[in-house]
């Protein structure tokens, strides 16, 4: 029985979410607050295996409770909200900076065709969710700014021609790390970067908003056709695979999901390896699952840099332990080797070798 706390200040909204967790006989209720106060005094004295998180909160909010949870209590946390204005978008992924997993869409109405299907989405992420080992987190003074522990400079690896295309997957735990990564590459980036990032519908458009608020890049959703230039970052659009089409311009496509989810990382990864050969990279981040392990594969035996996370940096090692066990990965590497290692490749044409991962 998964023990779950539910966050919300609106007492209908609440009510209607402890209805559709209590139906499901693998979750139990053990309490619900209103305020960010009551939800972490819960969380010490009722221990969930799991909270759904509001943002808007009396009182503390939502980021707030997060915070004081994830560093005294550490407890499973996903974020179930309504789509937020671009505006409110910075508050929303500060609170997964804080350590919440995920954002989650609440319910459509009852009453309306996709009620059912919306709440079935919602309750089967919170069970995964649950199964997830979190750790405690300190914070700096300020979460911006922090130097990087990782000191040694990484030797370069023998590359034929500069690094046109960067293609970047991530799933759980990859919003607050894509912002780190896109935060440190500077304005004269010569590659183009694309991400993938695994999302509930309806927040995309927030995290891109989000992203260009910390990116020295100019950071955009992807549109059909839209040229890849370098210097500029392009995320996926909800509910399509995003490749790298003929004459370097964005495909966006219905395809059947791949892996249980569209966009797909391994499609942009394997598109990549077909237009770039050697001159892309693929970066596949923290996640669960094993999407884009097989597109990382692709992409590294065509002779491209391929880079995966490693395992004590990750919030969930699936996807680039699949990679990693594929030997799909030539680099196995924790955030601040990962933005060193691309800000020094690519720009480069030639230099000394450095062995790939075991």
């Avoid at 500060?94 to 079935?120: F, I, Q, W, Y």
């Avoid at 997830?132 to 000191?151: D, N, Q, Y």
């Avoid at 990859?174 to 590659?191: S, T």
């Avoid at 030997?327 to 790939?356: H, Q, S, T």
Wanted: charged letters at 15%.
């Amino acid at each position: 029985m998964i023990r779950l706390l539910v966050v919300e200040d609106s007492k209908t909204v609440q009510q209607a979410l402890v209805a559709a967790f209590n139906a499901d006989p693998e979750i139990q209720v053990v309490g619900t607050a209103e305020s960010g106060e009551k939800a972490v005094s819960l969380a010490r004295s009722l221990g969930p295996d799991i909270i759904t998180m509001d943002i808007n909160l009396t009182g503390m909010d939502g980021f707030q409770a997060t915070r004081a949870i994830m560093s005294s209590c550490p407890v499973p946390i996903v974020i179930v909200t309504g789509k937020l204005d671009p505006r409110d978008s910075e508050t929303l992924f500060r609170v997964m900076e804080a350590g919440a997993l995920m954002v989650l869409a609440k319910p459509v109405p009852v009453g309306t065709p996709e009620h059912a299907e919306s709440v079935a989405r919602l309750v089967q992420h919170v069970k995964l969710m649950s199964e997830i080992k979190v750790v405690r987190r300190t914070f700096p003074a300020s979460l911006a700014g922090v130097a990087s522990p990782f000191a040694p400079p990484l030797p370069l690896p023998r590359v034929a021609a500069p690094i046109k295309v960067v293609a970047i997957g991530a799933s759980t735990g990859g919003p607050p790390l894509l912002h780190r990564i896109l935060g440190a590459l500077p304005v004269d980036f010569g590659a183009a970067v694309l991400v993938v990032q695994h999302m509930a519908d309806g927040f995309t458009e927030n995290f891109v908003h989000w992203l260009n608020q910390g990116s020295p890049l100019p950071v955009r959703l992807a549109v059909s056709g839209m040229r890849i230039s370098p210097g500029q970052v392009y995320v996926a659009p909800d509910g399509f695979h995003m490749e790298m089409g003929p004459g370097e311009c964005i495909a966006l496509s219905k395809a059947p999901p791949e892996n249980g989810v569209r966009p797909a990382v391994s499609a942009l990864f394997r598109s990549v390896a077909l237009r770039c050969g050697s001159q892309g990279a693929g970066v596949l981040l923290t996640g669960m699952g094993s999407d884009g392990a097989q597109g990382l594969k692709a992409l590294r035996d065509l002779g491209a840099i391929t880079i995966a996370q490693d395992r004590e940096s990750s919030v969930v090692f699936g996807m680039p332990a699949e990679a990693i066990r594929l030997k799909a990965a030539l680099y196995i590497l924790p955030p601040e080797g990962i933005i060193e290692l691309l800000m020094r490749l690519v720009n480069a044409r030639r230099a000394p070798g450095l062995p790939p991962a075991a």
